[in-house]
């Protein structure tokens, strides 16, 4: 069965440190996908990334970049010199579209805060 | 372009009261889902469909009934409202195969 673990229920660093969010997975399947969602304090989802199973290439986006290791079964999401604007809950999330039911698995979130 | 649509964005119910949310899509997406988020957690999956007249049910359908006239709509039914049922609710929409989920903004419901 799909399950995704962030166990970090709650991050708060000072502005402009560098933070890494933990997500870890479990799945049956050698073809899926990987997901970060944030959810500022509005309450509406913002989707982040989306990882194939196949692509294991790091990804940067800005002060964002996230790590795939399938040997490790996990994909860690750093924010780069924080801002305020990050603080938010982000979600970690998993899909496996093969089996036909195209379901994505919700971790149970990580609330980061930052501190000015 | 709208996305996924849903309505109400805020709801109270009195417990034994009955309403539906209502979920629209423009995009001629296959599959539609319902989430519920309860504070503090994840977002859990309610029913999920394929496509129109095709209807399943996800982690957590006790207490709900959804149905799929159209490819366009996926409604959420709840005939008798409890506290337990407080929570936000999510639905969402993609295409087969292609993991493109496209997310509604959300309705928070409170059961009174």
């Known amino acids: 069965a799909q399950k995704v673990t962030q166990a970090q229920t709650e991050i708060s660093v000072v502005e402009k440190e560098d933070v890494t969010l933990d997500c870890v997975y479990e799945?049956?399947?050698?073809?899926?996908?990987l997901f970060w969602y944030k959810q500022p304090p509005s309450g509406e989802l913002v989707f982040l990334i989306r990882r194939n199973s196949f692509d294991e290439q790091n990804e940067i986006s800005g002060r964002y970049s996230w790590n795939f290791q399938k040997s490790t079964s996990s994909f860690n999401f750093t924010i780069t010199a924080s801002q305020v604007v990050d603080s938010a809950v982000y979600f970690c999330?998993?899909?496996?579209?093969?089996?036909?039911?195209?379901?994505?698995?919700f971790g149970t979130g990580t609330r980061l805060t930052i501190i000015p | 372009n709208a996305g996924v649509t849903q309505t109400p964005k805020f709801r109270i119910l009195k417990i034994g009261q009955s309403m539906t949310l209502q979920c629209t899509q423009d995009m001629n997406h296959n599959y539609m889902y319902w989430y519920r988020q309860d504070p503090g957690m994840g977002l859990k999956l309610i029913y999920y469909s394929v496509g129109a007249g095709i209807t399943d049910k996800g982690e957590v359908p006790n207490g709900y009934n959804v149905s799929r006239s159209t490819t366009e709509d996926f409604p959420l039914r709840l005939e008798l409202a409890a506290p337990s049922q407080t929570s936000v609710y999510f639905c969402?929409?993609?295409?087969?195969?292609?993991?493109?989920?496209?997310f509604g903004s959300g309705t928070r419901l409170t059961v009174v």
């Open positions: 969402a929409s993609s295409y087969i195969g292609q993991a493109d989920y496209t």
């Open positions: 799945t049956r399947d050698t073809t899926y996908y």
């Open positions: 999330a998993l899909s496996e579209p093969n089996f036909g039911n195209e379901k994505l698995t």
